[in-house]
């Protein structure tokens, strides 16, 4: 290469005859002309290794989810691990929360929030960093598990019959598109009146029509929210609900077997309890009366009622760990991104930096005890999407890049967060683990957002490795982080570190 700083032309020439000139040049160019960098790089014999079986795995985890085209994987992910617990409870194979519901009052509080950091930072110049995050970032889908649960501390949850998706909540990106603008409108009219000499209680006073205008919008595109709802559901034999709210349902609509679509136990297993009184003189069942179904009744319950009465497990109760290597990252601090919590007076994010084995052993903790937690990875990383025969595994010797392209592309992990090569992008649910025989982990099984018919049956495979190098974070309950980490989580301060900074960057809204 010549000195200069300019490219010659001839470089390129010489460039030429040498990669024609080896037959494996040759070979990689033709496999992926034809087929596509993913497909030519793929080590069939590397993703054939790896199974779907899972010395720790839990029973029950419901039909899986799919946010569609949106960026709600945060919300997904916590609502999937909310739900294990009223499955528990109602003794039912699946149960679904409206993430329509969530949708809607996360984007009313996005909006205040981000009103509220517009008024506040009305005296900035406009080419201010941190107004053009506000004014570019305050409005997606994005989010972290602590948005999630302080909506259901603050709005509660209800059903997903409750309020079912919408087209607008499928894809996104037409309502998002009229939130943008109307939230910049109305940054905009702040800042004039600032300019007009307005004091900043003028400016929140000004605030109030603004979100009106946005509950609108909202409402138009999702639905309005019900203040109030009828909770009827089947349950099974064991759920541990007010008796006097079930019923037992007999007879021909029993035949339609709506409780298997539902989840309920009692439509596809036996009733210990009534097996006799249900058979005939003979001991077989009597073909003139279905197996009865139990549906709960509660009508008219608030969404905050339904948490309360039907979903057992505390949205305060849990501990945010990541595992983000480097120098200006160390281990053992608390880290709070600024301009980034979505609910103005909630819970803010308090992101606990530990060594990835803690983050394996708290992971490992949960599933043993039955209860899934929320992961967030680089998901698109080594990822063999849409492949008919192994695409949903992700691990690192199974996409073979190296070889295909005769280049290194390894990276240090902590120079791949400040180079912005990778970022934990997207949030899952861990629901089992393989471990070897010293207990460590050898892959997890993961469950997604992105329906049934992507990865495997929904579900992804993701080897250790793959999860030590593009992995980096889990919310598991505080009874799964040893003691004397919590005792250092709990007095620990929280840094406040910039979203636009490495670290930021590194943990972006995951969607």
Same mark, same amino acid.
């Given at each position: 290469?010549?000195s200069s700083?300019?490219?010659?032309?001839?470089?390129?020439?010489?460039?030429?005859?040498?990669?024609?000139?080896?037959?494996?040049?040759?070979?990689?160019?033709?496999?992926?002309?034809?087929?596509?960098?993913?497909a030519?790089?793929?080590?069939?014999?590397?993703?054939r290794?790896?199974?779907?079986?899972?010395?720790?795995?839990?029973?029950?985890?419901?039909?899986?989810?799919?946010?569609?085209h949106?960026?709600?994987?945060?919300?997904y992910?916590?609502?999937?691990?909310?739900?294990?617990?009223?499955?528990?409870?109602?003794?039912v194979?699946?149960?679904?929360?409206?993430?329509?519901?969530?949708?809607?009052?996360?984007?009313?509080?996005?909006?205040?929030?981000?009103?509220?950091?517009?008024?506040?930072?009305?005296?900035?110049?406009?080419?201010?960093?941190?107004?053009?995050?506000?004014?570019?970032?305050?409005?997606?889908?994005?989010?972290?598990?602590?948005f999630?649960?302080?909506?259901?501390t603050?709005?509660?949850?209800?059903?997903?019959?409750?309020?079912p998706?919408?087209?607008?909540s499928?894809?996104?990106?037409?309502?998002?598109?009229?939130? !943008?603008?109307?939230?910049?409108r109305?940054?905009?009219?702040?800042?004039?009146?600032?300019?007009?000499?307005?004091?900043?209680?003028?400016?929140?006073?000004?605030?109030?029509?603004?979100?009106?205008?946005?509950?609108?919008?909202?409402?138009?595109?999702?639905g309005?929210?019900?203040?109030?709802?009828?909770?009827?559901?089947?349950?099974g034999?064991?759920?541990?609900?007010?008796?006097?709210k079930?019923t037992?349902?007999?007879?021909?609509?029993?035949?339609?077997?709506?409780?298997?679509?539902?989840?309920?136990?009692?439509?596809?297993?036996?009733?210990?309890?009534?097996?006799?009184e249900?058979?005939?003189?003979?001991?077989?069942?009597?073909?003139?009366d279905?197996?009865?179904?139990?549906?709960?009744?509660?009508?008219?319950?608030?969404?905050?009622?339904?948490?309360?009465?039907?979903?057992?497990?505390d949205?305060?109760?849990?501990?945010?760990?990541?595992?983000?290597?480097? @120098?200006?990252?160390?281990?053992?601090?608390?880290?709070?991104?600024?301009?980034?919590?979505s609910?103005?007076?909630?819970?803010?994010?308090?992101?606990?930096?530990?060594?990835?084995?803690?983050?394996?052993?708290?992971?490992?903790?949960?599933?043993?005890?039955?209860?899934?937690?929320?992961?967030a990875?680089?998901?698109?990383?080594?990822?063999?999407?849409?492949?008919?025969?192994?695409?949903?595994?992700?691990?690192?010797?199974?996409?073979?890049?190296?070889?295909?392209?005769?280049? @290194?592309?390894?990276m240090?992990?902590?120079?791949?967060?400040?180079?912005?090569e990778?970022?934990?992008?997207?949030?899952?649910?861990?629901?089992?683990?393989?471990?070897n025989?010293?207990?460590?982990?050898?892959?997890?099984r993961?469950?997604?957002?992105?329906?049934?018919?992507?990865?495997?049956?929904?579900?992804?495979?993701?080897?250790?490795?793959?999860?030590?190098?593009?992995?980096?974070?889990?919310?598991v309950?505080?009874?799964?982080?040893?003691?004397?980490?919590?005792?250092l989580? @709990?007095?620990?301060?929280?840094?406040?570190?910039?979203?636009?900074? !490495?670290?930021?960057?590194?943990?972006?809204p995951?969607?």
């Amino acid at each position: 290469m010549p000195s200069s700083s300019a490219l010659p032309q001839g470089w390129s020439d010489a460039q030429r005859q040498a990669f024609l000139s080896s037959r494996a040049n040759r070979i990689a160019r033709n496999a992926v002309v034809a087929s596509g960098v993913n497909a030519a790089a793929r080590n069939a014999s590397a993703m054939r290794s790896y199974h779907d079986t899972f010395s720790v795995s839990r029973k029950r985890v419901g039909k899986v989810t799919n946010q569609r085209h949106s960026g709600r994987c945060w919300m997904y992910s916590a609502f999937n691990v909310l739900r294990a617990s009223t499955m528990e409870l109602l003794d039912v194979d699946d149960f679904e929360f409206s993430q329509a519901y969530g949708m809607f009052y996360d984007k009313l509080e996005k909006a205040n929030a981000t009103l509220e950091r517009l008024i506040n930072l009305v005296d900035r110049p406009y080419d201010d960093r941190a107004l053009d995050f506000v004014l570019t970032e305050g409005m997606g889908d994005g989010g972290y598990y602590p948005f999630a649960m302080n909506l259901v501390t603050k709005w509660g949850l209800v059903p997903s019959k409750a309020m079912p998706e919408t087209a607008s909540s499928k894809d996104s990106t037409q309502m998002n598109a009229r939130l !943008g603008r109307l939230i910049r409108r109305d940054a905009a009219r702040l800042r004039q009146m600032r300019g007009d000499g307005a004091e900043k209680e003028a400016l929140r006073a000004a605030k109030g029509p603004m979100l009106e205008e946005v509950w609108r919008l909202l409402a138009i595109c999702l639905g309005e929210p019900p203040e109030t709802f009828d909770l009827e559901t089947p349950v099974g034999k064991d759920a541990k609900v007010d008796p006097t709210k079930v019923t037992k349902q007999q007879g021909a609509a029993q035949a339609e077997k709506p409780g298997a679509a539902s989840g309920s136990k009692c439509a596809t297993e036996e009733d210990d309890k009534g097996d006799q009184e249900e058979k005939g003189e003979n001991g077989e069942e009597d073909e003139r009366d279905e197996k009865p179904r139990r549906i709960l009744r509660d009508p008219q319950i608030t969404p905050r009622q339904f948490v309360e009465r039907y979903v057992p497990a505390d949205p305060a109760d849990y501990v945010e760990l990541i595992s983000l290597p480097g @120098d200006k990252r160390p281990f053992g601090h608390v880290y709070h991104l600024t301009y980034t919590d979505s609910i103005v007076g909630g819970r803010p994010i308090r992101m606990f930096n530990v060594a990835p084995e803690i983050l394996d052993a708290a992971a490992i903790a949960s599933l043993r005890s039955g209860i899934p937690c929320e992961m967030a990875c680089d998901v698109m990383q080594d990822f063999p999407r849409g492949d008919e025969d192994f695409g949903g595994i992700l691990a690192t010797d199974t996409m073979d890049y190296g070889a295909l392209f005769d280049i @290194d592309f390894a990276m240090d992990r902590a120079d791949m967060y400040d180079l912005r090569e990778s970022s934990l992008t997207h949030a899952m649910c861990f629901q089992g683990v393989e471990l070897n025989e010293h207990g460590a982990p050898v892959a997890w099984r993961v469950e997604n957002s992105w329906g049934d018919k992507s990865c495997k049956d929904g579900y992804l495979v993701v080897s250790a490795d793959w999860f030590h190098h593009y992995g980096g974070e889990i919310v598991v309950r505080r009874e799964f982080v040893p003691h004397e980490l919590l005792e250092l989580y @709990d007095r620990t301060t929280a840094e406040d570190v910039a979203p636009w900074s !490495g670290f930021g960057c590194a943990l972006p809204p995951l969607d």
